[in-house]
């Protein structure tokens, strides 16, 4: 809660927007909104990082506050995500074994795919999220991931969904090889 209202008290505007991404730190947002009085506190309820970047550019610079609070919710519902990371012990969730060290992928609250190899748990994954109504697949690829190892999955995937857009882009992040946003 401090750190929130710490950044929105660096913010020079009228109206700040709080993207959680993460559904722990809704409370805390919440929060934090309770404490300021002095502008309008705004909060996206994202669960994940892709929802927040969905939301985020969904915003219209032109529409009210109140108007992107309700483009901007809109857009999260209608975002399903993955993350593609490695398993740090043995475990069994929703019906799926995972042994340590594991590739597995993490979406939609369960477990979409566990494996030995990356490029198979990432596809499986995508395609647990993806389906013919799907418009857009982007894959975020970490730090710990080639572009040409990412751009080979974003070809797989477009291949399967041709009228989808598939694009790929540097996240860097770290711990996560693949964020996937449908």
């Known amino acids: 809660t401090e750190d929130i209202l710490a950044a929105i008290n660096r913010v020079d505007a009228e109206t700040v927007y709080i993207f959680p991404n993460n559904s722990n730190i809704i409370m805390a947002a919440q929060q934090a909104k309770s404490l300021c ?95 013919e109504d799907s418009e857009i697949i982007t894959i975020y690829y970490g730090k710990d991931v080639e572009e040409e190892d990412a751009d080979k999955i974003a070809d797989i995937i477009s291949s399967e969904y041709p009228d989808a857009e598939t694009e790929t882009v540097y996240g860097g992040q770290p711990i996560y090889y693949y964020f996937v946003s449908v």
């Not at 490695?86 to 799926?96: F, H, M």
């Not at 795919?113 to 993806?130: C, M, P, Q």
């Open 37 to 131: 009085s002095d502008r309008n506190i705004v909060i996206i309820p994202t669960n994940t990082v892709l929802q927040g970047i969905t939301a985020l550019i969904s915003y219209n610079p032109d529409a009210s506050a109140e108007e992107n609070t309700q483009i901007m919710t809109e857009a999260i519902a209608s975002v399903k995500s993955a993350e593609i990371t490695y398993a740090v012990r043995d475990t069994e969730l929703y019906g799926k074994a995972v042994q340590k060290d594991d590739y597995m992928g993490i979406g939609e609250g369960r477990i979409l795919a566990a494996g030995k190899l990356l490029d198979d748990v990432t596809l499986s994954s995508i395609r647990e999220l993806a389906d």
